[in-house]
């Protein structure tokens, strides 16, 4: 038995779920979500809440707490929303937005353009890139993305890091002893 799968999915106002043909889709103020469902797991929806079972066999068990952790998260995307925050560090380090393409000037020889997906969006402030959207997982996606152009090293402390992250600095070499 799912200790996760159990617990039911409460639904905030002006968020709702349809349940059709094997698919789950839920509307709210932030977009809208769909996800197809695995068979073995079966979704219900009932007055202001979402109840997901799975079925006795192999498949069902594994993938019950799963489902009902991604139907959450859609919930909770499309009512509140996801953000994940990079800080970059170094000597001349920038970003900016335009349109729907980040620039990126990280220390390479030419500036990095990335092109940012539907239902992502990015703000800069000072030396903080957020990542928001809906889609918890294409939100952390896209984060890392951005993150691998320049990760964050220990020497120096140059490089994109996520916020809150802990990097232990390194002391380098001591230099020629006689």
Do not use: C
Not at 12 to 23: H, R
Not at 123 to 131: A, D, F, H, R, S
Request: no cysteine; aromatic share 6%.
């Amino acid at each position: 038995m799912s200790r996760i799968g159990k617990k039911p999915i409460a639904l905030p106002e002006k968020v709702e779920v349809k349940v059709a043909a094997g698919t789950v889709e839920v509307k709210g103020p932030k977009g809208q979500l769909t996800y197809k469902l695995i068979a073995g797991v079966k979704v219900e929806k009932k007055e202001k809440t979402v109840e997901v079972t799975g079925t006795l066999d192999r498949v069902g068990r594994s993938v019950w707490g799963l489902t009902r952790t991604i139907v959450g998260n859609m919930v909770t995307g499309v009512s509140t929303g996801f953000k994940k925050e990079l800080e970059f560090n170094g000597v001349g380090y920038k970003a900016a937005v335009t349109g729907t393409t980040l620039q990126l000037n990280l220390g390479h020889s030419h500036q990095i353009d990335y092109k940012l997906p539907k239902g992502i969006e990015v703000k800069v402030t000072k030396n903080v890139i957020e990542v928001n959207g809906a889609d918890k997982e294409l939100v952390g996606f896209v984060a890392a993305e951005i993150r691998a152009y320049r990760p964050h090293e220990p020497y120096k402390g140059k490089g994109l890091k996520y916020v809150g992250e802990k990097v232990i600095r390194k002391a380098g070499k001591t230099g020629a002893k006689k």
